[in-house]
């Protein structure tokens, strides 16, 4: 029989298995955002963006309050450091959102998944240049390879490889800021929909005095946009709390659940074309990212004493 599990022992796993619950959810969400946008295709990319940040506002005031989190709130708008490094995550979060949205709208999914598929990548780049991080060997090949998945890419369909470009690097800046500005998940998220608030709402009155705002024109519809704020916040709180509990190499791997089910609903649900070109960038970026993902492991294994 096996010994009993000490206190300690008992705690890590719970915690352990409480983080994974908490990445797969996140992860898993992000990955069904697709579905859930083609609910209503006859909003426009911009609404969609605009109720986003609203509600968002509305819902984060709510766990702000909850979760005792108003004072660091307040704290983060009275630093300007913190706000102005706020609002460009705001700006880089707002476009990432917009051709996210644009690209599901447009029957673009899959290209919108390679953009995730690449966020990795993107942040080794990132890294190294404005971190200071010297890449591995293998890193190294993993991001030639990536690039080249990128060029095949840019020859056969360069008239998507703008969405997956500006989805990957927009993300990968995102997270370099957000690496950069210690507030939590939260707090900043609230700081980032407060700033963008102002031309949201701006946004939705214009639509309403053009009379081409859709909000109000069905009740199923309105819950939906309304739902738009618990859609974006859930999720970064869920991953939150994973980044929390995991090791960084468990939380890496969980972000592949991610574009995996974007791909999959692309291609199986929406029946979008996977040209050859297509085909070829996907293999390769799967192969550097394999690349990656290997040695990640063997870092993770050397560091463990």
């Not at 509990?245 to 991610?258: C, V």
């Amino acid at each position: 029989m096996n010994a009993p599990l000490s206190l300690h022992e008992a705690e890590a796993r719970a915690t352990h298995r409480t983080g994974l619950f908490n990445g797969i959810a996140a992860y898993g969400l992000w990955g069904l955002l697709p579905l859930y946008f083609k609910l209503f295709p006859t909003v426009g990319p911009v609404e969609v963006v605009a109720h986003r940040v609203v509600w968002s506002v509305v819902f984060l005031a709510v766990i702000l309050v909850t979760a005792r989190l108003f004072p660091d709130f307040v704290a983060a708008l009275r630093q300007p450091r913190i706000l102005g490094a706020l609002t460009v995550s705001a700006v880089l979060i707002a476009i990432n959102w917009l051709v996210y949205i644009w690209a599901i709208y447009n029957a673009h999914i899959l290209a919108g998944s390679l953009g995730y598929f690449l966020n990795p990548l993107v942040n080794i780049l990132l890294g190294m240049v404005f971190l200071h991080e010297r890449l591995r060997r293998t890193q190294l090949v993993a991001v030639t390879i990536a690039a080249l998945g990128v060029a095949v890419l840019a020859a056969g369909e360069l008239q998507t490889l703008w969405i997956s470009l500006t989805l990957a690097v927009s993300f990968g800046l995102y997270g370099l800021v957000r690496k950069l500005t210690p507030v939590p998940a939260a707090v900043g998220l609230a700081v980032e929909t407060l700033v963008l608030a102002p031309p949201a709402l701006a946004a939705l009155i214009w639509f309403g005095m053009a009379g081409t705002l859709s909000f109000g024109r069905d009740g199923v519809e309105t819950a939906l946009l309304i739902g738009t704020g618990a859609i974006t916040s859930v999720p970064l709180l869920l991953f939150a709390g994973a980044a929390r509990r995991l090791p960084m190499i468990t939380l890496g791997l969980l972000q592949y659940i991610a574009p995996s089910l974007q791909f999959l609903a692309g291609y199986f649900l929406f029946d979008e074309p996977l040209s050859a070109a297509r085909l070829a960038s996907f293999g390769l970026i799967w192969l550097a990212l394999a690349l990656f993902v290997a040695d990640s492991l063997r870092a993770m294994k050397r560091a463990v004493p």
